[in-house]
């Protein structure tokens, strides 16, 4: 039975946002200075690092469901990379955080994405919850915690759209990319609720995609007894190349290459020393560990 009439009530709230910390903002690049990032940023508001160049920064922070958001860059000697991002924030109800590496995993399945394409995941666990009886029974457990999760999606202009629509299909567990998220999710967790989206997909062009250090060409050191030095810039940009300066006027064997932020390979002006040349194919990889294996045990493992 109707209790009482449908409530007209005007002028109340619908959706809160806490202030994001932009004092928080943490500019890249030698040529930041700081930024221009009031303390407390209003949702959807955006700021960029200040350049001492004078220049305008690459990319932006932006305040997105609370949380502070991409990068921003003065490069000076530094590289980067700009392209369009996509970006989405999740709620649900779960017993714990998937890691960063398995979320990122968990996120290019769901989207049939290759997983270089996804960027800036987090899981974030807030306040406890109590769940209702038969949720309890499933979870092993009276509460659970609410659970924020993000990430951001690498693009093209053109690709763009399809990926806001792909991305905003991951709350929907009717779909096949929400339920492979959901599924997965359910995989990795103990227990996990439904899951809504705080916003819709929001379309982020001209961001930083990748940022390399400059190499410090300084740090080069020349072999063979015919070396004077070398022609390597104090700062390098990533991939570019410098060699050994033989004091014979002779071109030098081998190159020194930036790659990734960090000087590799070996530049020689052998004169009555000996050296042997071939062929090298570079690789770095990135992880999360508790700590590194040592330099022989680790050429071990990627020998055998």
Same mark, same amino acid.
């Given at each position: 039975?109707?209790?009482?009439?449908?409530?007209?009530?005007?002028?109340?709230? +619908?959706?809160?946002?806490? #202030?994001?910390?932009?004092?928080?903002?943490?500019?890249?690049?030698?040529?930041?200075?700081?930024?221009?990032?009031?303390?407390?940023?209003?949702?959807?508001?955006?700021?960029?690092?200040? $350049?001492? =160049?004078?220049? +305008?920064?690459?990319?932006? %922070?932006? $305040?997105?469901?609370?949380?502070?958001?991409?990068?921003?860059?003065?490069?000076?000697?530094?590289?980067?990379?700009?392209?369009?991002?996509?970006?989405?924030?999740?709620?649900?109800?779960?017993?714990? $955080?998937?890691? =960063?590496?398995?979320?990122?995993?968990?996120?290019?399945?769901?989207?049939?994405?290759?997983?270089? &394409?996804?960027?800036?995941?987090?899981?974030?666990?807030?306040?406890?919850?109590?769940? =209702?009886?038969?949720?309890?029974?499933?979870?092993?457990?009276?509460? #659970?915690?609410?659970? @924020?999760?993000?990430?951001?999606?690498?693009?093209?202009?053109?690709?763009?759209?399809?990926?806001?629509?792909?991305?905003?299909?991951?709350?929907?567990?009717?779909?096949?990319?929400?339920?492979?998220?959901?599924?997965?999710?359910?995989?990795?967790?103990?227990?996990?609720?439904?899951?809504?989206?705080?916003?819709?997909?929001?379309?982020?062009?001209?961001? !930083?995609?990748? %940022?390399?250090?400059?190499?410090?060409?300084?740090?080069?050191?020349?072999?063979?007894?015919?070396? !004077?030095?070398?022609?390597?810039?104090?700062?390098?940009?990533?991939?570019?190349? *410098?060699?050994?300066?033989?004091?014979?006027?002779? +071109?030098?064997?081998?190159?020194?290459?930036?790659?990734?932020? &960090?000087?590799?390979?070996?530049?020689? *002006?052998?004169?009555?020393?000996?050296?042997? +040349?071939?062929?090298?194919?570079?690789?770095?990889?990135? @992880?999360?560990?508790?700590? $590194?294996?040592?330099?022989?045990?680790?050429? @071990?493992?990627?020998?055998?």
């Amino acid at each position: 039975e109707n209790l009482r009439k449908p409530v007209y009530a005007p002028d109340q709230v +619908i959706d809160f946002h806490k #202030a994001c910390r932009g004092d928080a903002a943490r500019p890249l690049g030698n040529d930041s200075v700081g930024t221009n990032c009031p303390v407390a940023m209003v949702e959807r508001s955006s700021c960029a690092a200040q $350049c001492n =160049s004078g220049g +305008i920064a690459n990319g932006t %922070f932006v $305040c997105l469901a609370s949380k502070l958001r991409l990068k921003s860059v003065c490069p000076g000697q530094d590289s980067l990379t700009i392209g369009d991002k996509v970006l989405f924030t999740l709620a649900t109800v779960a017993s714990a $955080c998937p890691s =960063s590496e398995r979320l990122r995993t968990i996120v290019a399945k769901a989207l049939e994405v290759s997983r270089d &394409k996804v960027d800036g995941v987090f899981c974030d666990v807030g306040e406890e919850v109590p769940l =209702s009886e038969d949720d309890a029974r499933l979870a092993g457990q009276p509460t #659970a915690n609410a659970v @924020t999760i993000g990430g951001e999606l690498n693009s093209d202009a053109a690709g763009a759209h399809d990926v806001q629509l792909r991305v905003a299909q991951l709350p929907d567990s009717k779909v096949p990319v929400g339920n492979r998220f959901a599924n997965a999710l359910k995989s990795a967790l103990d227990y996990m609720g439904s899951v809504e989206k705080l916003h819709k997909p929001v379309y982020a062009p001209d961001q !930083v995609i990748d %940022f390399h250090k400059a190499c410090r060409g300084d740090a080069a050191r020349p072999l063979g007894n015919d070396s !004077v030095g070398t022609n390597c810039p104090v700062a390098m940009v990533e991939r570019s190349s *410098c060699a050994a300066q033989c004091n014979s006027g002779g +071109i030098a064997n081998g190159t020194f290459v930036c790659l990734a932020s &960090k000087l590799r390979l070996k530049s020689v *002006c052998p004169g009555q020393d000996s050296l042997t +040349i071939g062929d090298k194919v570079l690789f770095t990889l990135a @992880t999360v560990a508790s700590a $590194c294996p040592s330099s022989e045990r680790l050429r @071990t493992i990627v020998a055998k």
